[in-house]
Nanobody
C-alpha cells in the first residue's frame, strides 16, 4: 500500500483560494488513480475530485469550475487547487489512492469511496463567511 500525507489546509475567507497537497510514498505513484474526498461534521464522506493514472479529471458538481485537481508524477504528489471558496466547502479533506492499477473511464468508479484502498489522515479546510 501507499502512504499518503496531506498538507496545505487552513482558514480562508469566502471567495478566497487554497491549495492542498498529497504526498505519496511507498510505491510507484503514476499508475494509480487518486482522489480527494471531504467530510464535514455530522455528514458522510463525499467525493470532491479524482484523477486517473493518465491525467483525466473528474469533479463533483458542487466544485466543478472552482476546483482543479492535478498530479505531478515526478514528485509523487497530487494537488487540489480550490478557488472561489464557500463556507459550505468547510470540511476535512482526505487524499485517497486506488491500490490497483486499473484503466477505467466510468465516472461512478472514480466517485466511489470503496474504489480507494489507501487514505491520508486529512487536512482541515475552514472557509469563513
Amino acid at each position: 500500500q501507499v502512504q499518503l500525507v496531506e498538507s496545505g489546509g487552513g482558514l480562508v475567507q469566502a471567495g478566497g483560494s487554497l491549495r492542498v497537497s498529497c504526498a505519496a510514498s511507498g510505491r510507484a505513484f503514476s499508475n494509480y488513480a487518486m482522489a480527494w474526498f471531504r467530510q464535514a461534521p455530522g455528514k458522510e464522506r463525499e467525493f470532491v475530485a479524482a484523477i486517473s493514472w493518465n491525467g483525466i479529471a473528474y469533479y463533483a458538481n458542487s466544485v466543478k469550475g472552482r476546483f482543479t485537481i492535478s498530479r505531478d508524477n515526478a514528485k509523487n504528489t497530487m494537488y487540489l487547487q480550490m478557488n472561489s471558496l464557500k463556507p459550505e466547502d468547510t470540511a476535512i479533506y482526505y487524499c485517497a489512492a486506488d491500490n490497483e492499477a486499473r484503466s477505467r473511464t466510468d465516472t461512478a468508479y472514480y466517485r466511489a469511496v470503496a474504489t480507494y484502498g489507501s487514505w491520508g489522515q486529512g487536512t482541515q479546510v475552514t472557509v469563513s463567511s
